[in-house]
Nanobody, 118 residues
Framework: QVQLVESGGGLVQPGGSLRLSCAASGIRFSFFLMNWYRQAPGKQRELVAS???????NYADSVKGRFTISRDNAKNTVYLQMNSLKPEDTAGYYC????????????WGQGTQVTVSS
């Protein structure tokens, strides 16, 4: 069965850093577009960063220059390095694996909480 397991969230002061990890199992990881989403209370879930199987990346404007997404296909893991964190980055962060084809494969992790506060 497919599992995406996030880790690395926590409480951090403004200006601090965190590194999120998402370990995937049950999928051919290297074939998937990997995404990080976040959702703050009362807000819609938003796409934060994406990384294609070949390594191309995209970022939301709000995190460009502060966050870096990367993947290790040998470890079936995607990372989100978050630097210069702001209180508005506070949210649940969710890993997503997406592969389009005859059938769309779309999987989600359970999420990890990031709280930026002094």
């Amino acid at each position: 069965q497919v599992q995406l397991v996030e880790s690395g969230g926590g409480l951090v002061q403004p200006g601090g850093s965190l590194r999120l990890s998402c370990a995937a199992s049950g999928i051919r990881f290297s074939f998937f577009l990997m995404n990080w989403y976040r959702q703050a209370p009362g807000k819609q879930r938003e796409l934060v960063a994406s990384i294609a199987s070949g390594g191309n990346t995209n970022y939301a404007d709000s995190v460009k220059g502060r966050f870096t997404i990367s993947r290790d296909n040998a470890k079936n893991t995607v990372y989100l390095q978050m630097n210069s964190l702001k209180p508005e980055d506070t949210a649940g962060y969710y890993c997503n694996a997406l592969k389009a084809g005859l059938v769309i494969d779309n999987y989600w992790g359970q999420g990890t909480q990031v709280t930026v506060s002094s």
